[in-house]
């Protein structure tokens, strides 16, 4: 959105695609996906990201064969982008995330924007992908892994937020119809 503050503390769903729509992460079967390697270490880079950087938190992620979906959460002393929700229900404070267990560090001043953390997501799976490509003959990619850009979304309440919650968990099952499948109907 232009002018917004992309480091105000908040919720944010993000979609990052793979150069070209090649398809590196996996395959879908049986409307669910099966991760190979490369997958699987994006999973844990996306996991990882609390640990790593402070005042960056994550919810609902679901990695496609050649994009990703997740909420980022920015947790700090700044307004909050979720205008309709409480500050305990974006830091998850007092709410629990994917597993069960809150994720991420105590709320402190954000360091990060969203573009940064994207970056920094990025940066690090394309080492590992490079990684991987060297020592274990995973597919090449020529020039980028990722696309230049990503999509984002200010998630503005509750509702929103499990709203995209459902959209990022059901997206294995529409697939066959997704516009980021080089193979769709």
């Not at 590196?24 to 079967?29: E, K, S, V």
């Not at 980028?144 to 499990?162: A, M, S």
């Amino acid at each position: 959105m232009h002018g917004y503050d992309y480091s105000q503390s908040g919720a944010y769903f993000v979609t990052i695609c793979t150069q070209n729509k090649k398809c590196f992460f996996g395959n879908i079967a049986n409307d669910k996906i099966l991760l190979n390697d490369a997958g699987r270490m994006i999973n844990i880079i996306w996991n990882e990201l609390p640990n790593n950087y402070q005042g960056v938190n994550i919810d609902k992620f679901q990695i496609m064969p050649n994009h990703v979906h997740g909420i980022i959460i920015l947790v700090g002393a700044g307004p909050c982008a979720c205008h309709d929700m409480d500050q305990s229900q974006i830091t998850g404070q007092s709410r629990k995330f994917d597993n069960g267990q809150p994720r991420g560090v105590a709320p402190t001043a954000v360091g990060l924007s969203l573009p940064d953390v994207v970056h920094r997501f990025k940066s690090l799976t394309t080492a590992r992908y490079r990684h991987g490509v060297k020592q274990k003959q995973w597919p090449s990619f020529p020039g980028k892994l990722w696309q230049r850009n990503y999509y984002e979304h200010i998630v503005r309440d509750e509702n929103e937020l499990n709203d995209i919650r459902k959209y990022i968990m059901d997206n294995p099952k529409k697939w066959d119809l997704d516009r980021e499948n080089p193979n769709a109907r």
